[in-house]
């Protein structure tokens, strides 16, 4: 089994910043792909940003050049410094890993969801 554990949510003005982090615990071997998805009222789960574990990394389109998802593998966990911060932007923030245990099965993982709300 593993656990993810979510912080850093808040409320914030536009124009303001949050940084996200994600901490993976468990049977963890490795850890593959680590990504920060949200999902708005009324609206599907988005993508937002992906981590491999080469420390490629991909954004949505709308928030290229705020936002940036960094990884420390020593502690298993990845973060989502949130920049020029958008009322578009509020949303619950979930993110998702991808792992192997010790027999090389595949986990997929998901956070609890953390509340982001931008609004002055």
């Known amino acids: 089994q593993v656990q993810l554990v979510e912080s850093g949510g808040g409320l914030v003005q536009p124009g303001g910043s949050l940084r996200l982090s994600c901490a993976a615990s468990g049977t963890i071997f490795s850890i593959n792909a680590m990504r920060w998805y949200r999902q708005a009222p009324g609206k599907q789960r988005e993508l937002v940003a992906t981590?491999?574990?080469?420390?490629?990394?991909n954004y949505t389109v709308s928030v290229k050049g705020r936002f940036t998802i960094s990884r420390d593998n020593a502690k298993n966990a990845v973060y989502l410094q949130m920049n020029s911060l958008k009322p578009e932007d509020t949303a619950v923030y979930y993110c998702?890993?991808?792992?192997?245990?010790?027999?090389?099965?595949?986990?997929?993982?998901w956070g609890q969801g953390t509340q982001v709300t931008v609004s002055s």
């Open positions: 981590i491999t574990s080469a420390d490629s990394t």
């Open positions: 998702n890993v991808i792992s192997r245990d010790g027999a090389h099965r595949l986990r997929d993982t």
